[in-house]
């Protein structure tokens, strides 16, 4: 198998297949080459750990146990939406698949949700000016700023959003997350 980058077009999820230990000391992943990732192809021996951050179990908003069976999986399931934006998904024994593929890890991770864990990340811009006023041009081009933040769990850097949205005022979340920071 071949290490995966971002500079490598690879199908699927190529971030949440990077090779190593699962963010913040969860387990090692099982690799996932990129001609395994779809669930179509047979992948003998795929055996990912089940890994679910403990902040997760943790969490008063986090999904009960999956064998709780309590879930509406592709629907909406009281205030949470399970459906995807990619189209329906499988439910193999009552856990949910992952709709791109295989990711080396089974069970949540770190997302609160079985299923579609959706966010929503505003996108702040403004042209880059001088102090008179007048665009910065760069290579010809105008410049670009955004609005990014550093995320407190893993230091990268981010668009601020939340995620766990549902039936909820998407902009007054997000302005929360301008003003509390993003964990």
Same mark, same amino acid.
């Given at each position: 198998?071949?290490? #995966? $980058?971002?500079?490598? %077009? ?11 230990? !699962?963010?913040?000391?969860? %387990?090692? &992943?099982?690799?996932? @080459?990129?001609?395994?990732? $779809? ?8 055996? /990912?750990?089940? !890994?679910?951050?403990? &902040?997760? #179990?943790?969490? @008063?908003?986090?999904? *009960?146990?999956?064998? $709780?069976?309590?879930? *509406?999986?592709?629907? #909406?399931?009281? *205030? ?18 992952? @709709? ?7 069970? =949540?991770? =770190? ?17 880059? =000016? ?13 410049? #670009? ?5 550093? =995320? ?7 668009? /601020? ?6 039936y909820v005022d998407c902009i007054y979340q997000s302005a929360v997350v301008f003003t509390e920071g993003h964990g």
């Amino acid at each position: 198998m071949g290490a #995966l $980058s971002s500079k490598t %077009p690879t199908p699927g999820h190529w971030k949440s297949r990077a090779a190593g230990n !699962y963010p913040n000391g969860g %387990p090692v &992943r099982f690799p996932v @080459p990129d001609e395994k990732v $779809s669930w179509s192809v047979e992948y003998e021996g795929y055996n /990912p750990p089940e !890994y679910t951050a403990d &902040r997760v #179990l943790q969490s @008063p908003i986090a999904d *009960k146990d999956i064998k $709780s069976g309590e879930f *509406k999986f592709n629907a #909406l399931d009281g *205030k949470v939406d399970r459906r995807s934006f990619i189209g329906s998904y499988s439910v193999i024994d009552g856990v949910p698949r992952n @709709p791109v593929g295989r990711t080396g890890i089974a069970a =949540r991770g =770190r997302l609160r949700k079985w299923g579609p864990n959706h966010a929503a990340d505003p996108i702040v811009t403004r042209w880059k =000016r001088t102090g008179t006023g007048e665009k910065v041009i760069r290579d010809e081009k105008p410049v #670009l700023q955004f609005v990014s933040i550093e =995320r407190k769990d893993n230091g990268e850097v981010a668009i /601020p959003g939340v995620s766990g949205l549902v039936y909820v005022d998407c902009i007054y979340q997000s302005a929360v997350v301008f003003t509390e920071g993003h964990g």
